[in-house]
């Protein structure tokens, strides 16, 4: 075919390996292609099937000059964070792990006692985080509980990421245990001030020198230059690009993405989120300019039921669908009806999962009048709402779906963009963007504003 | 350990309690509190018990200097050292200091009110922070910074 030489970008998802392949010099998607996920046997055999189906696609004659992957198999980046107090630097530790792209399987506060210590090793994570004191302050439990992951039968690597005066000397006494810690820059240096940037780097080292390889996946690294990030993390990159743009190529402005999934349900704001109004109380945290929350009881798949109970239960033919959809999780609906159904799950678990990571306002009445409080992040001038995953950008409802992260009048409290533009991810390749950004940051922007098309858009009455 | 500790400035919090939002007073003894070397831990305004007793476990603080200013101090402190307590820093410093009760009563009464409560100084509208700033130095103990 005398081809050009394409890039390609590879994501192993937990059920299927997605493969895009990207012409850079007419910044076009030539070929989006999917099999199966085999992590079981070989992860080479699900992109092996991948790919010759990319190759009835393009045909035989092309190149691969760049072939970068990010992967979700295999059960993700498995997390377990430590902090001290839940609100405070346990919190921090959280949203650390979860902007890395991890899937944080359990978070824990205070002096860990042995129960705890013993869930720890039960959940198997694949990496730990270790926080705990501002700089300067509390010392004891960082401490206490370096010696307590110290003596427990776990091969996991563990980033310490606290009170920075004690942080070496926690590494040390992991170190003296047999463990392998890094330190990081503290997740909360200063009391209500968040720095996730440093631990994320460091999350993000070690996926690539040590889980890729823990998980059977290294394998996969023969074809791909490497696994590079966990999926999410490719996601969330390409959010911060889309929004942000890069020199010489603007970007949208602030944004939220949601992601709809067979099992989580992941929402991505890049957004500085301060009060819109004058005169409010802020409380708790500063939460990250980018910053990402799953929600693991939202699926709408593996989930459903939680689902379907938030919805405050569903007539019968509908339980039919969903028990259809629970028993075979890679179903993709073929009739009306269960479009209907899966499109009914997803606005629930849009729904539930904006308003869990929007901030919220609350009002107490004084003696000279109201008195707002602002938690969280104020998403109410937020331009654009882009939606992604397979449930949503295949479904003829995505639209009335992704409404469902909008402001609500009824519901004032909740902080949620209020009159966004909504855009889809046409392609559905996201990750691919992420991980082209690696590469050619200008060029992931320009393509990201090609392929994240507003829903509006041709119907005649866009604004 | 106690020898890196003593290279560290002392951390205090400060805050007003309760539903009060008079701030200026609050960020006035603030500012005197840097100016005497201590790393400040400041709350703001409408500072409810356990955001004191949370911020003081994470950042292991000395003290805690609560301000109220619009009358209901009394009813907002109560039960403050219990906080404390509780969460394993029942030793810890408490200061109270501003508008503390409502219309003209008797200094000595209210103190006593004030300590009988839990906290180890209160202090009398309109006093003078460089006291206020003494006598925390010397009631903290250990490393004074200058002498
Ligand atoms: C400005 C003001 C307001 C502003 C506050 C603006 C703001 N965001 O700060 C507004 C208009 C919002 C307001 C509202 C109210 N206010 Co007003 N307000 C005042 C006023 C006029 C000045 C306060 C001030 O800033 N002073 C200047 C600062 C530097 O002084 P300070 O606050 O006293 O602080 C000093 C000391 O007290 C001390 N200090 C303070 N904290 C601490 C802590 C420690 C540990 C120590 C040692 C020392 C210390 O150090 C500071 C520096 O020297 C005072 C009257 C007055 N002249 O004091 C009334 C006053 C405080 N308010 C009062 C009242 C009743 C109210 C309202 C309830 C009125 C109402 N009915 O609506 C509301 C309450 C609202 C609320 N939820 O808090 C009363 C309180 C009565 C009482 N305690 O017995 C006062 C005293 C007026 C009065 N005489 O009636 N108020």
């Given amino acids: 075919m005398g081809d050009r030489d394409l890039w390609l970008f590879i994501d192993f998802g937990s059920t299927f390996t997605k493969v895009v392949a990207v012409d850079p010099a007419t910044e076009t998607i030539r070929a989006r292609v999917q099999a199966p996920t085999t992590v079981a046997t070989d992860i080479t055999e699900g992109l092996g099937a991948a790919l010759r189906a990319l190759e009835r696609e393009v045909g035989t004659g092309a190149t691969y000059a760049r072939k970068l992957a990010c992967s979700s198999a295999a059960g993700g980046l498995r997390m377990v964070t430590v902090g001290l107090v839940p609100e405070l630097t346990s919190e921090a530790a959280r949203l650390a792990a979860l902007g890395a792209g991890a899937k944080v399987v359990g978070t824990f506060s205070y002096k860990l006692p042995a129960s705890d210590l013993a869930r720890i090793k039960d959940l198997g994570p694949d990496l730990i985080l270790l926080a705990g004191g501002t700089d300067g302050g509390n010392e004891e439990v960082i401490l206490h509980n370096a010696r307590g992951l110290a003596e427990l039968d776990l091969a996991a690597p563990l980033i310490v990421a606290g009170n920075r005066v004690v942080a070496d ?135 459903l039921w939680n689902v379907v109970e938030a919805m405050g239960g569903a007539p019968h033919a509908f339980r039919a669908i969903a028990e259809r959809f629970a028993r075979d999780v890679a179903t993709t609906p ?130 | 350990m106690r020898a890196r500790r003593r290279a560290e400035t002392r951390t205090v919090v400060t805050g007003v309690i309760g539903a009060d939002c008079h701030i200026v007073g609050n960020r006035i003894l603030q500012m005197a509190l840097e100016e005497a070397g201590f790393k400040v831990v400041p709350l703001g305004i409408m500072v409810s018990q356990e955001e004191f007793v949370k911020a003081a476990v ?38 109270v200091g501003g508008n503390l009760v409502v219309g003209k009563q008797e200094w000595d009464e209210v103190e006593r009110r004030f300590l009988a409560m839990g906290f180890n100084r209160a202090y009398p509208p309109g006093v003078d922070l460089r006291r206020v700033i003494d006598e925390l130095r010397r009631d903290l103990g250990g490393p004074a910074r200058d002498g």
């Fill in chain 1, 169 to 303: 000397e926690a590494a040390a006494i992991l170190r003296a245990g047999g463990k392998e810690p890094v330190v990081a820059d503290n997740v909360m240096p200063e009391f209500g001030r968040l720095s996730v940037e440093p631990v994320r780097e460091r999350i993000r080292e070690i996926f690539i020198s040590h889980i890729v390889k823990a998980k059977g996946l290294q394998a996969a690294e023969r074809f791909v230059e490497g696994i590079v990030m966990p999926t999410p993390n490719a996601v969330l990159n390409a959010a911060v690009l889309l929004a942000d743009g890069c020199p010489g190529e603007p970007g949208l402005g602030e944004l939220v993405v949601l992601d709809v999934g067979g099992a989580t349900t992941d929402v991505h704001s890049v957004a500085r989120g301060a009060p819109t109004d004058a005169g409010v109380v802020v409380k708790g945290l500063q939460e990250p300019y980018a910053k990402r929350t799953v929600e693991g009881d939202l699926g709408v798949r593996y989930n």
């Fill in chain 1, 334 to 463: 073929q009739t009306a009806e269960e479009a209907a159904v899966d499109a009914a799950l997803a606005t629930v678990a849009v729904g539930q999962a904006m308003r869990r990571h929007a901030g919220s306002v609350e009002v107490f009445y004084s003696a000279q009048g109201p008195i707002s409080v602002v938690r969280g992040k104020d998403l109410r001038g937020v331009s654009v709402i882009l939606g992604t995953g397979g449930p949503l950008v295949f479904s003829p409802r995505r639209e009335a779906i992704l409404r469902q992260a909008c402001y609500d009048p009824a519901e004032q409290a909740s902080l949620r963009p209020v009159d966004p533009r909504l855009y889809i991810d046409s392609a559905y390749t996201m990750f691919a963007f992420g991980l082209l950004g690696e590469l050619d940051a200008k060029l992931a922007v320009r393509m990201l504003k090609r392929y994240c098309r507003p829903m509006d858009e041709g119907t005649g009455h866009g604004r």
């Fill in chain 2, 58 to 95: 994470e950042t292991d603080a000395a003290a805690i200097l609560v301000s109220s200013l619009y009358g209901q101090g009394e009813l907002d402190c109560q039960g403050l050292r219990d906080k404390f307590e509780e969460a394993g820093l029942g030793r810890i410093h408490l200061v």
